[in-house]
């Protein structure tokens, strides 16, 4: 509730509010003055606990990497848009009135940033729904001939269903938990595996491989193995950096891969 004393001038960033007794008189005022930015400001602020409490409702049935701050800016836009269009003379209470636009705009939001069309968000929830049940009944993870009974659709049409949903839950790399201490955060991104990074163990191996590869051969050799196969270069590529023709380096990658060979079958076990 917004109350000033009579006879008193509100003054704010250089405007100037008449004195309101209370929110009736404020909302009288505002539409007298619906330009006036300072009464505006002044009715989003008194209404904003009810876009906290929408925001807060709609986000319990969200995964939790949706983040509130930006639910209540989206419901704030509602908030916005309900005060510009409010009468307040059909007797109809603010706050019945601006609950639905401010969680249609809530929901807006959600759909602007779901890159998931809608159809397959609904088959994902059929999906997820037999699944839960078929669980319970079964104590096992259900076999798709069993999902499509429960659904009633031909098995082809389940499995096409579970492909196009498996891409469906994606979670947010900020996400964290605190480790059993209680005194680190752990975040999804500290878990994620680095599927293109080579452990040390692997990069020792793949070390002592290429030793094995190029022992006994002559520099050009040892560069053709390498850059060939390590560094990924063409013939062509090869013979312009060591100053051979492509046909040339052909001739040697050829005899070298002989040699690699009978020295693979003398050390089959060292691979």
């Known amino acids: 509730m917004f109350k000033t004393k009579k006879n008193h001038t509100c ?45 807060d409702r709609i986000r319990r049935q969200l995964p939790p990497e949706i983040d509130r701050d930006d639910l209540v800016s989206a419901g704030s836009f509602g908030l916005m848009d309900a005060i510009s269009v409010f009468d307040p003379t059909r007797g109809v209470k603010f706050e019945t009135f601006c609950v639905s636009r401010v969680q249609g705009a809530i929901v807006d939001e959600l759909r602007s940033i779901d890159w998931v069309p809608r159809k397959v968000r609904s088959k994902t929830t059929k999906l997820n729904e037999a699944y839960r049940v078929l669980e319970g009944q079964f104590g096992r993870r259900p076999s798709e001939e069993e999902l499509a009974a429960f659904l009633e659709l031909p098995v082809d049409e389940v499995h096409r269903t579970i492909s196009q949903t498996s891409t469906v839950n994606i979670t947010s790399l900020d ?34 491989l290429i030793r094995m590869c190029t022992k006994g051969l002559s520099k050009n050799e040892r560069l053709i193995i390498i850059l060939y196969y390590y560094e990924e270069l063409t013939m062509k590529e090869i013979g312009a950096t060591l100053g051979l023709s492509e046909s040339r380096v052909s001739q040697i990658h050829s005899s070298i891969v002989e040699r690699i060979k009978k020295l693979y079958s003398k050390h089959r076990g060292d691979f």
Not at 15 to 38: G, H, Y
Not at 181 to 194: F, V
């Open 11 to 55: 003054q704010q960033s250089g405007s100037t509010v008449s004195a309101c007794e209370n929110i009736d008189e404020m909302w009288l005022q505002f539409k007298r003055e619906p330009d006036n930015i300072e009464l505006r400001n002044r009715l989003i602020e008194h209404y904003m606990p009810i876009v906290y409490q929408r925001a």
């Open 175 to 208: 996400k964290s938990w605190s480790d059993s201490s209680g005194d680190n955060d752990i975040s999804e991104m500290d878990i994620l595996a680095d599927k293109k990074g080579e452990s040390p163990s692997d990069r020792v191996a793949k070390q002592e």
